[in-house]
Every structure is written in C-alpha cells, then in structure tokens.
C-alpha cells in the first residue's frame, strides 16, 4: 500500500506548508511518528514520512539527513521561516494539520500505510 | 582543541577529499548545518546513498553533541577510495565514564536540548550503530574525540 502525499494532505486536512510541486509526485508507504529526533535517526528507515510535533530547524535537518519523504506536522504546529526555507532547499515537503498525533496515525494507519521501523 | 591530531593516512592511501568543518557550541540555530552540507558533498562525490545515509545520521548526531555539551569542534571529513572517515575533536568537559556515556539512554541533557528533540542518550550509541569502524577517547575538562568511518565497495 502507498499513498501519495496529495492524498495523505487531503485524508488529514492539511495545509501544505511548502513543497506543493513535490505532491503529486511523492509515494510513502510508511510513515515513523517521533518528537524525539534521536528517536527518528536512531529508528526510522529511508522514504518514510516523518510526523511530528517538533516544528525546529532539527526536524528539518533530520528529515534531509535520513532521506524521509516528507514531514507533517500535527496539533496544528507550524515552522517558523527559516524551518520552511530549509525544507523548501532541499524539496522535503511539510505539511500541517490541526488534528493530534494520535489522530493522524491512526488515520494513516487505517488507509493502510505501516510502520516505517528499520529492521 | 585536544592536541590529538587525526590520523594520518596510512601509506599508499590516497584522500581523494579533504575538508574541516568548525561547530560551535549552544549553536543550535545552526544545529544540522554541518551534516547537511557534508552530505552535499558526498552526493556530488558518488559516494553509495545508503553510507550516505548512515554518515549523514552520525555527523547529525555527533554535530548536536558538539552543540549541547561542548565549547567548539572541528570536524574533519576524509573521503577515500571505499571509506568515508570523521574525525571530530572537541574542546570541552569531556566525559567522565564512557560505558555509560555509550549505554543507550543514558543522557546528561538539559530541558532545552530535549525541547530541540535531542538528548535522550541514543546519539553515541546511534553512531556506532551507523559505522563501520568507531572509536571515542575522552579526557575531563579537555575534550572528547570521536572516530568512526563508513566503508562501501569502491
């Protein structure tokens, strides 16, 4: 199962932070939900989307860092300018919705997408 | 810095590149920089993305440790022919007892370098886990130095 980050932005509401042009284009099949960065660096394997509440500079570097598809922020967290630059550098889409962490997952979790847990 | 210098390459090594990289510490403003630009040298490289990737992961974290604990580093990037080295030197309190420092969880962190979703204590570990080759030395109240490398069919 893999959805393209147009649908995972229109299943959750999403406003579409930067990186609309890569939309259409990107495909996850997993997605790895953290605050913690270690956590994601530690855990997360290659093309997954990253959901987070952290809206630092570091969730930027760290979606580039570990090649992730992009990163949705929930609770309606947004980046501030220079979050949205760096992403905007390196084509990682950000996304934002107001639902909670637990509400996303659940919600992408029932459209099929897995867990992105490097083995 | 420590004074411990990085190695030189051994004879017949030939360093395709070289570069040094300053962080300074309580950057976090600029905390990612260092692996970000790393990484867009070992793509221009053709460096394997997969070592890419683990080398990217382990300069974050080592540029963060940097960041949260230390007063200032150089990181040292050598690319050779099948391996990628670091060598990051850092002047600052050093650590007291590695096996701990080294023991996932383990952490001395603040609030603030929580807030920023770092130190929960799996970064030295986290490195080790992405190199093929890693050491650390450490001397208290001088500075820690960290070695590790990837290697990859050349």
Redesign the interface.
Known sequence: MTMRLREVADLLGCQVVTGEEHLDRLEVDACFAA????????FSR?GALLI?G?A???????A????LAGVLFVSGKRPAP?VVE?ACE?SIPLLSTTLSMFEACGRLFGAGLGSAVRR | MNGDAPPLPAPGEEVLYSESFPIRGND??H???V??RV?VILKQLGIP?DSI?HL??S???AE?NVIMYADEATLELQVLSGEVRVILADRGPGIVDLDLAMQEGYSTATPEMR??????G??L??IK?NSDVFSITSTVGVGTTLRYAVQFEA
């Not at chain 1, 580039?64 to 090649?67: F, I, Q, S």
């Not at chain 2, 807030?115 to 929960?120: D, K, L, M, V």
Request: proline residues 2%; charged residues 20%; hydrophobic residues 45%.
């Open positions: 605050d913690l960065m270690s956590d994601v660096l530690a290659a987070t952290l630092s500079l570091q969730a930027a570097h760290t580039d860092v570990a090649d220079a760096l390196n | 976090f403003e905390g990612g920089s692996a970000a990484k993305s990737r990217s992961i300069n974050f974290e963060m807030q920023r979703g770092f130190g929960a799996l970064g570990p986290n886990r």
